[in-house]
Nanobody
Framework: QVQLVESGGGLVQAGGSLRLSCAAS????????MDWYRQAPGKQRELVAG???????NYADSAKGRFTISRDNAKNTVYLQMNSLKPEDTAVYYC?????????????????WGQGTQVTVSS
């Protein structure tokens, strides 16, 4: 059984910073891509940032220059440093990870989602 647990959300004033963490636990052989998504009320879930197992990163235009994604493979954890926050960044933030786990005599890879953490930015 694999779990992703996010933390670090909260209430912050515009211009402030938050650092989100997402830790994976369970029977994990390896983790490939790790991503952060967000979903604001009444809107579709959208990709914020992603990082590959080789540390290549990509960002949504709205996140470029303000957010930084990173990972610690020894801790099976992905981070999202968010600076210069704006009210429009208010959303529930979710992490997603492609995780390889034992399966019978072999392995399988599937995507797992965390439960989400609320980020609220006041103006």
């Amino acid at each position: 059984q694999v779990q992703l647990v996010e933390s670090g959300g909260g209430l912050v004033q515009a211009g402030g910073s938050l650092r989100l963490s997402c830790a994976a636990s369970g029977s994990i052989l390896s983790i490939n891509a790790m991503d952060w998504y967000r979903q604001a009320p009444g809107k579709q879930r959208e990709l914020v940032a992603g990082i590959t197992s080789g540390d290549s990163t990509n960002y949504a235009d709205s996140a470029k220059g303000r957010f930084t994604i990173s990972r610690d493979n020894a801790k099976n954890t992905v981070y999202l440093q968010m600076n210069s926050l704006k009210p429009e960044d208010t959303a529930v933030y979710y992490c997603k990870a492609a995780i390889r786990t034992p399966a019978g005599l072999g392995y399988r890879t599937r995507e797992y989602w965390g439960q989400g953490t609320q980020v609220t930015v006041s103006s």
